[in-house]
Every structure is written in structure tokens, then in C-alpha cells.
């Protein structure tokens, strides 16, 4: 796809937020009912711990606590329209969408799920510029919500400690494209011959390849990184903060590493909170703008890979949110 960039009214961030379970599960936790180590967990995958929702915590309730959080941390605004990016929706059918509207109280506006795995809310980033660049909506709630620890077989070493719970919710509002926080270029792809690289019929049954998934997500990544910073007019060495889907961190270590991205300027919070689907680039986004490893004027650059294949990048310049509109404790559950 060729980088797309805005015509029309550009989406500009206007505020973020996040959600996490309250439970935490350790890698020593995990060796408790798995053939596991903590030292292999930590050393395949970075990841420590994991926020795991509880039974009766759904999809649902983490993106309206996400959202939520966004919507009160910023100026008020009236939403136009919400999309919720999600591989774990609590229904295959009705989608979550119009059930999170209406539990924030935003019943009547166009709510609706889409599903791209893990580059979900990438997707959900381009849907909402283009409700907003089609003057179809002026405002966009674009929630990426997961529970991808119910996907893995329990018994499963290979893949239970790769993911986490969680959710990240963003507004974009209707802006000009030379605005500080409008959405730049954008590069999304896909490839269904990759299709059976990591598939789950229904929870619990999740198959993953696991070397495949690495090697195509490093590559995707990197390749849609250098076009989607090309567009943007920007060099690599111009990326002040490298935000790549919370993978694994031996993915986006290879990542920054292939386009010289020193570390010092890539985020992270795969340690605490592993593989979130969907909802790992705005949790991670959430919380770094909350704690200041992001801030105004950082030119940063967004990407993702999952199941589907799929992958995205995305450029843009963060915004000056001001100290209100930040998410206080930004992602844990009170
Ligand atoms: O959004 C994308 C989501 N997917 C991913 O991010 C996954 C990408 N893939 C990976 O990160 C890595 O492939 C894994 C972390 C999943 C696995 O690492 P690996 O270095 O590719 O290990 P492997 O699958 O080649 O397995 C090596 C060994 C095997 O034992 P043998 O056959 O060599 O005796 C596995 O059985 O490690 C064993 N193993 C484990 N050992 C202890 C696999 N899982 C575990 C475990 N604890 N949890």
C-alpha cells in the first residue's frame, strides 16, 4: 500500500488512556503449573509479569475503563464515533462496540469492532482519520481492548507467557495536518498465506509458529517503519521514540536495531505487561506520556505486526496533552 497520508481534516490526538487487570502473574507464578523458568521466560521474551483479567472481567469492561480514562483526562468532548480493535471480542456477535458506547454513555453514535490481531489499533487509527477526513465524525473513541491470555491452551509453555490482558483507548479530533499530534503517513498491510503462523479457533486453542511469527514480525515492522518515515519527510535518526507493538522484546530489540534506533529512544513496558494484542501500543503510549519518556514534540513512530498477517506504521509528532489530560496512574485498575 502506498503511505497514505490525511486529505482534508486531519485526526489529531487530543487525550489517552489505559486499563489493566489488577491481578499480576510473575514468571515464578507461571512455573507453578508450567515446565517453565523464569530465566527462559526473561531471556526468549523480556517479559516478567502479566495483568491476567479475571472471570468476570470482559473485553467490554477493560475498554470502557480504558476509554473511560481518556475521555475524563481530556477536555470534554462529544464523541462522534467509536471503534474497538479487537481479536477477543466477548461475543462473536454483538461486536463490543455498541455496548461500550452505551455504557459511556454515548448510545446512538456509529460503534463498531474491527479485527487486525495485534495491529489492530493501527487499523483503528487509520479508520478514525478517515471518518474524520470524510467529515463523517469530528471526534473518534479508537480503543484497542484484549484478553489474549484466554487464547493459549493453560497447558500450553510455548505460548502462555507471551500474553497479558489489558486495554488503551485514544481521541482524535478533527485538526490541520501541520497541527503537533495529527496523525502522519500511514503504511497498514496484509498477507493471508501467513494465515495459520498463529490462529486460535476459540479460546484456549491458540497454535502459533512461534520462529515464523518472529522473523515475518521483524521484518514487517522494520520494512513498514522506513516507508511510513520516508513519507513523512522525516530520516531514522529524526525518530525520538520508536513505540513497536509489545511483541516481545527480543522482536523490538531486532526492530530499533535494524533501523538504528538507538534504545534509549524505543519504549517498552513488555517487562510488566507482555503481549497486550490490540491494546499494547496506546497502553504503552498511555503510560509513557503519563511518566515522561514521551512528550511534546517527539517525533514518533508507531508500529505493529500480528496475526493475519498483518502490520502498520505510523508517524506522528505527540502533542502537548497538558498535565490534566494525562492519564493519572495511567493503566491500573483502582
Ligand atoms: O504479535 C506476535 C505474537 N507472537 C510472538 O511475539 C511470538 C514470536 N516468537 C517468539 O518470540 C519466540 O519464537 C518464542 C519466545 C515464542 C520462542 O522462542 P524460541 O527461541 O523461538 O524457542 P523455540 O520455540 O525454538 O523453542 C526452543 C526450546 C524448545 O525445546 P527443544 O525442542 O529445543 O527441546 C521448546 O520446547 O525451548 C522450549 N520451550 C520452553 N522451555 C522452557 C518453549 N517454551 C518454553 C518455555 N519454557 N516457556
Same mark, same amino acid.
Given at each position: ?40 521466560? #526473561? ?94 465524525? #469530528? ?80 521484518? #514487517?515492522?522494520?520494512?513498514?517503519? #522506513? ?108
Amino acid at each position: 500500500m502506498t503511505p497514505a497520508t490525511a486529505r482534508g481534516p486531519a485526526a489529531v490526538v487530543s487525550a489517552i488512556g489505559a486499563a489493566l487487570p489488577m491481578n499480576i502473574v510473575s514468571n515464578d507464578d507461571l512455573t507453578t503449573r508450567l515446565d517453565t523458568t523464569d530465566e527462559w521466560i #526473561r531471556s526468549r521474551t523480556g517479559i516478567t509479569h502479566r495483568h491476567i483479567a479475571g472471570a468476570d472481567q470482559s473485553t467490554t469492561d477493560l475498554a470502557v475503563r480504558a476509554a473511560a480514562q481518556a475521555l475524563t483526562s481530556g477536555e470534554p468532548e462529544q464523541v462522534d464515533a467509536l471503534v474497538v480493535a479487537t481479536t477477543t471480542p466477548d461475543h462473536c456477535c454483538p461486536a463490543t462496540a455498541p455496548a461500550v458506547a452505551t455504557r459511556l454513555g454515548l448510545t446512538g453514535i456509529p460503534a463498531y469492532d474491527l479485527a487486525a490481531g495485534c495491529t489492530g489499533f493501527l487499523y483503528a487509527l487509520a479508520t478514525a482519520a478517515g471518518l474524520i477526513a470524510s467529515g463523517t465524525a #469530528r471526534t473518534v473513541l479508537a480503543v484497542g481492548a484484549d484478553r489474549l491470555a484466554s487464547l493459549p491452551h493453560p497447558e500450553d509453555r510455548t505460548t502462555v507467557p507471551l500474553f497479558g490482558d489489558g486495554a488503551g483507548a485514544m481521541v482524535l479530533r478533527h485538526g490541520s495536518a501541520d497541527e503537533t499530534g495529527a496523525l502522519g503517513p500511514m503504511v497498514l498491510g496484509s498477507d493471508g498465506t501467513g494465515a495459520d503462523l498463529i490462529r486460535a479457533s476459540r479460546p484456549g486453542a491458540l497454535h502459533m509458529d512461534g520462529a515464523d511469527v518472529f522473523r515475518h514480525a521483524v521484518d #514487517r515492522m522494520s520494512t513498514a517503519s #522506513r516507508r511510513v518515515v520516508a513519507a513523512a519527510g522525516w530520516d531514522l535518526g529524526d525518530v525520538d521514540r520508536l513505540v513497536p507493538h509489545q511483541a516481545n522484546g527480543r522482536i523490538t530489540s531486532f526492530v530499533a536495531r535494524r533501523l538504528g534506533v538507538p534504545d534509549g529512544r524505543q519504549l517498552s513496558n513488555v517487562a510488566e505487561v507482555g503481549n497486550t494484542g490490540a491494546a499494547s501500543i496506546p497502553l504503552l503510549l498511555a503510560q509513557a506520556a503519563a511518566d515522561g519518556r514521551l512528550g511534546p514534540g517527539h517525533r514518533t513512530l508507531l508500529t505493529a505486526f500480528g496475526a493475519g498477517l498483518t502490520w502498520g506504521a505510523v508517524a506522528l509528532t505527540w502533542p502537548d496533552l497538558s498535565p490534566a489530560r494525562l492519564p493519572k496512574g495511567a493503566g491500573h485498575d483502582r
